[in-house]
């Protein structure tokens, strides 16, 4: 087989085109980083709305509890002074006759 040879030409790029190389690596980076950090935020983010997710449905469950015991305290208070209206204010029972 035959010697191949091979010539390395160097050549140098201008100062316009080096500093628009330049340019584009430092725009690339900081995009790269600027995703990072997008990226980072989502996260935080959707933990906090899994925590207020959770939170909601403590406060359902809460709510629910308070619907309960609503209907059980009126309950009592018809059976003990019939149906009326109960001025939260003053604690005066305005009951309807028939």
């Known amino acids: ?24 690596q430092s725009k690339y980076n900081q995009t790269v980083f600027e995703i990072g950090v997008a990226e980072t935020q989502i996260l935080t983010f959707e933990k906090q709305i899994t925590k207020l997710r959770d939170d909601k449905a403590g406060l359902i469950k809460d709510l629910e509890t308070i619907e309960q015991k609503e209907a059980a305290l ?5 059976t003990v002074y019939g149906n009326g209206a109960i001025n939260p204010e003053t ?8």
């Open 1 to 24: 087989m035959g010697k191949i040879n091979i010539m390395v030409v160097s050549q140098q790029l201008t100062p316009e085109e080096l500093q628009s190389v330049k340019d584009l």
């Open 74 to 78: 009126v309950a009592t208070l018809q």
């Open 91 to 98: 604690g005066e029972i305005t009951t309807t006759q028939q």
